[in-house]
């Protein structure tokens, strides 16, 4: 399969408790996303990179939560000390930097529940 | 800055009917448009784009949607509907350049079909 996979495709966690989701992008695939979605919205942008750099931050991504994509390959979505609002369906996406109307493939999502 | 309207959060209609789904955008660029469709617990797949080319852009599984600059519209639509497309639908925007990868959703239309 040489699409976006993410993993865990389902978490669940105590509030308070710190967790990590990843992200593995279609090979050769420059630039990466991260979406969260929310019951019954759309998704919302959380950051991107190119590459490993992290070129923008939505104003949702609180100082709990960090990402990061440390070889320009897989990245990790970390949030520390989970609370109850967090629990959403967290979106990776990649897309080729080269192309300029190549559309972002998403991956199946992380569903992330905080109890 | 861009944003997206969609009108009718749940949408019903018989097999064989015809499906109209609405989206409205706003931008302050010449828009890159698109329709993801999602079934539960899944990710996005893309259906169709408008990306200045052809105002009537036709997708996959018998979708298409035409994009109407006067009146800021690009509604999906499908002549005769199938059990199978009874998902969730989101249009997304984004800017072209280097933010073209980074969308924003509206709030999603659920599609319903009976039998």
């Known amino acids: 399969d040489t699409g976006v996979s993410q993993n865990p495709r389902h978490k669940i966690t105590k509030r308070g408790q710190n967790v990590t989701f990843r992200c593995d992008p279609i090979?050769?695939?420059?630039?990466l996303y991260w979406y969260r979605q929310t019951l019954g919205q759309g998704p919302e942008f959380l950051t991107y990179?190119?590459?490993?750099?992290?070129?923008?931050k939505s104003r949702l991504l609180s100082d709990r939560f960090s990402a990061e994509r440390p070889k320009g390959s897989f990245s990790t979505l970390e949030i520390q000390r989970t609370e109850q609002g967090d629990s959403a369906m967290y979106l990776c996406a990649s897309r080729p930097d080269r192309a300029s109307n190549t559309e972002a493939f998403f991956g199946q999502g992380t569903r992330l529940t905080v109890v | 800055a861009q944003s997206v309207t969609q009108l009718g959060s749940h949408v019903s209609v018989s097999e064989g009917a015809l499906v109209l789904l609405r989206c409205n955008y706003s931008?302050?660029?010449?828009?890159?448009l698109f329709w993801y469709v999602q079934y539960p617990n899944q990710g996005l797949q893309l259906l169709l784009k408008y990306t200045s080319a052809a105002t009537l852009v036709k997708g996959i599984n018998g979708f298409e949607a035409e994009f109407k600059k006067s009146e800021t519209s690009f509604h999906l639509t499908k002549p005769s509907a199938h059990m199978s497309d009874a998902a969730e639908y989101f249009c997304?925007?984004?800017?072209?350049?280097?933010?073209?990868?980074?969308?924003?959703f509206g709030q999603g239309t659920i599609l319903t079909v009976h039998p």
């Open positions: 931008s302050s660029v010449p828009p890159y």
């Open positions: 997304a925007v984004s800017a072209g350049g280097t933010s073209y990868g980074k969308l924003t």
């Open positions: 090979s050769e695939h420059n630039r």
């Open positions: 990179f190119q590459n490993e750099a992290q070129l923008e």
